[in-house]
């Protein structure tokens, strides 16, 4: 089953960790080198048994650390096209970089993963879906405004990763930033506020939904109570009660734990085992006289699950 870990989210960098079983997959490399090495051991991860990183997009809080990371380790950099472009500018270090179009999807030893585009003021951003076997993952950072090809996407998924940035409020009445910082912030290319996400997160809820964690919280015009208050409170008024939210930190790393409760997935692989024995119980003739397994006519294959 795919587990999730965030390294750290914010404005000062981003990274999370996505395992199944021996591949792990960061995604975005934001953090310095050395921190994304520290908090990776702080997760019970080896930093040298990275299989790959994925890039959301080029912005430095989420590339910052890749260079040096990747320096000493051949470690597969997979981005859009575009993405690769302006990032490799930047990096001297010998990357085995893998380049994909946005929307389109790829397989990192068993994880699949599907890109789509995102908008946000980047060359060209995309969400991921991770999925194996029966558990899915949506990861969504750096967005203006919920698309339908976003929900689309991510409807379904048992955890969604995405970021929360701002309280409308609090921004409205940020002293710091300056009224153009507000609006890059606010408008269609920036970032969700914490209600655009609540309204995500009822669009793609359904009964599988575990776990939201959110992330890329403003430290000035947010705050973890507030965001995961709001989208609780939005889960708990479609009589979703049994999802846990919480929120991805600046300093200190989000453990890894499962996208799935356990004992759901063990409830998903039973009734998958249950519903192919069904099919294949069908499938079989009527043979009378005898049950026996060696009977001609059986496609013994078809047992094979
Ligand atoms: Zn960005
Ligand atoms: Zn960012």
Request: charged share 20%; aromatic share 6%.
């Amino acid at each position: 089953m795919l587990n999730l870990a965030v390294l750290g989210s914010g404005s000062s960098g981003n990274s999370a960790l996505v395992c199944l079983g021996d591949t792990r997959i960061l995604i975005d490399a934001g953090l310095s080198a050395r921190q994304l090495c520290s908090r990776l051991e702080v997760v019970g991860v080896d930093p040298d048994s990275i299989s790959a990183v994925v890039l959301t997009h080029e912005h430095g809080d989420h590339t910052r650390g890749l260079e040096v990371f990747c320096r000493k380790r051949r470690i597969s950099v997979y981005a859009t096209t575009h993405t690769c472009a302006v990032v490799r500018e930047g990096i001297t270090a010998p990357v085995l970089w893998k380049q994909f179009e946005a929307g389109a999807g790829f397989k990192i030893n068993g994880v699949e993963v599907e890109s789509f585009s995102v908008p946000h003021d980047a060359v060209d951003p995309v969400g991921f879906l991770f999925r194996c076997g029966k558990s899915s993952l949506g990861v969504l950072s750096d967005v203006g405004h919920v698309t339908r090809m976003i929900v689309d996407r991510l409807k379904g998924v048992d955890t969604l990763f995405t970021e929360a940035n701002y309280d409308d409020v609090l921004l409205q009445n940020d002293t710091k930033r300056p009224w153009a910082t507000k609006q890059r912030i606010s408008n269609r290319h920036g970032h969700l506020s914490n209600e655009q996400t609540a309204e995500l997160v009822t669009e793609i809820a359904g009964p599988n939904l575990t776990r939201v964690v959110l992330g890329h919280l403003s430290s000035d015009c947010n705050t973890p109570e507030l965001a995961a208050s709001v989208i609780s409170k939005r889960l708990r008024e479609q009589g979703l009660t049994d999802v846990s939210v919480e929120c991805a930190g600046r300093d200190a790393p989000l453990p890894l734990r499962p996208v799935v409760h356990e004992f759901l997935y063990q409830a998903r692989i039973s009734e998958e085992i249950s519903a192919k024995s069904a099919r294949v119980c069908e499938s079989r003739p009527a043979v009378s006289g005898s049950s026996s397994p060696s009977a001609p006519e059986w496609n013994q294959t078809e047992w094979a699950f």
